[in-house]
């Protein structure tokens, strides 16, 4: 009875693990230099990760994403799609990346006056937005605001955020410009990575954007994407918001964007035009 009893625990312990697939790998550049940050996800789905400051990696799927694509994102990178099932199969898990060449469209900004403005929502009240899921630990949350140039020559000079946090003094952030793609967030407007650890002590923080030497004349989504730690509680950050207008965020790396009416995050870019 003792043997038999081993050998349904034994069948269970296989039958569990037959249910999910566990992806462990390093996504690097066609030189084999380690990516990190990069977005790794299946579209559709809100399934995904994203690997760490060395460019690695871990997922773990439920089986019935075995016939579905894997696609990885960087910035700086094309995108490359790859089966589940031949991801399975690699030993060592190892995916490469290649380089963008192409870059923005050259902006002419007129030799007018120009003026420095606040493009966004500039206020907060007594209230905040968090992560609501509790999804894979160390995937993705991100929220973005629309904004509006009106055609304007327009040079980005900073970003501006409202964060907060019981549990941590600071944070990874990567701030994201994306097109206006029928009135959603579509694809990056700035082929740059602008990574930085932020303040989360409750108050505005500013990102500098004139390094990166931004120019556009077309309306874009400013995006700030949290990056959390390993082992780090998703629902530790929470970002400040406003009662009025809408924004838009996706809970997973690729995921879904998903419009919020009825408050917006408080986000803004300084600019002049």
Same mark, same amino acid.
């Given at each position: 009875?003792?043997?038999? @009893?081993?050998?349904?625990?034994l069948? !269970?312990?296989?039958?569990?693990?037959?249910?999910?697939?566990?992806?462990?790998?390093?996504?690097?550049?066609?030189?084999s230099?380690?990516?990190?940050?990069?977005?790794?996800?299946?579209?559709?789905?809100?399934?995904?990760?994203?690997?760490?400051?060395?460019?690695?990696?871990?997922?773990?799927?439920?089986?019935?994403?075995?016939?579905?694509?894997?696609?990885?994102?960087?910035?700086?990178?094309?995108?490359?799609?790859?089966?589940?099932?031949?991801l399975?199969g /690699?030993? &060592?898990?190892?995916?490469?990346?290649?380089?963008?060449?192409?870059?923005?469209?050259?902006?002419?900004?007129?030799?007018?006056?120009?003026k420095?403005?606040k493009? %966004?929502?500039?206020?907060?009240? &007594?209230?905040?937005?968090?992560?609501?899921?509790? =999804?894979?630990?160390?995937?993705?949350?991100?929220?973005?605001?629309?904004?509006?140039?009106?055609?304007? &020559?327009?040079?980005?000079?900073?970003?501006? @955020?409202?964060?907060?946090?019981?549990? !941590?003094?600071?944070?990874?952030?990567?701030?994201?410009?994306? =097109?206006?793609?029928?009135?959603?967030?579509?694809?990056?407007? !700035?082929?740059?990575?602008?990574?930085?650890?932020?303040?989360?002590?409750?108050?505005?923080v500013?990102?500098?954007?004139?390094? @990166?030497?931004?120019?556009?004349?077309?309306?874009?989504?400013?995006?700030?994407?949290?990056? &959390?730690?390993?082992?780090?509680?998703?629902?530790?950050? /929470?970002?400040?918001?406003?009662?009025? %207008?809408s924004?838009?965020?996706?809970?997973?790396?690729?995921?879904?964007?998903?419009?919020?009416? %009825?408050?917006?995050?408080?986000?803004?870019?300084?600019?002049?035009?």
């Amino acid at each position: 009875m003792k043997q038999t @009893f081993t050998v349904i625990l034994l069948l !269970l312990s296989l039958l569990a693990e037959a249910q999910h697939l566990n992806l462990q790998g390093t996504v690097l550049s066609s030189s084999s230099e380690p990516l990190p940050y990069v977005n790794i996800g299946i579209r559709n789905k809100n399934v995904g990760t994203a690997s760490d400051e060395h460019g690695k990696f871990t997922l773990e799927l439920p089986a019935t994403h075995a016939t579905d694509t894997l696609t990885f994102s960087a910035i700086g990178y094309q995108e490359r799609s790859v089966p589940v099932s031949e991801l399975v199969g /690699m030993q &060592p898990l190892e995916v490469k990346l290649q380089e963008k060449t192409e870059r923005l469209q050259e902006v002419v900004v007129q030799s007018r006056k120009l003026k420095t403005r606040k493009l %966004g929502v500039t206020g907060r009240l &007594p209230m905040v937005w968090g992560n609501p899921d509790q =999804r894979e630990s160390k995937d993705i949350y991100e929220f973005a605001n629309f904004i509006q140039v009106k055609d304007r &020559p327009t040079e980005l000079l900073s970003a501006h @955020f409202y964060l907060t946090s019981s549990k !941590l003094d600071s944070a990874l952030f990567r701030i994201n410009l994306y =097109r206006n793609r029928d009135g959603k967030p579509g694809e990056r407007l !700035l082929e740059e990575r602008v990574v930085q650890r932020l303040s989360t002590s409750e108050g505005w923080v500013s990102i500098d954007l004139q390094p @990166f030497a931004v120019y556009t004349d077309e309306d874009f989504f400013l995006g700030i994407e949290y990056l &959390p730690a390993t082992g780090a509680d998703r629902r530790s950050i /929470m970002l400040g918001a406003k009662l009025g %207008g809408s924004s838009f965020s996706r809970k997973a790396s690729l995921g879904n964007w998903e419009e919020f009416v %009825g408050a917006s995050l408080s986000g803004y870019v300084l600019v002049r035009q």
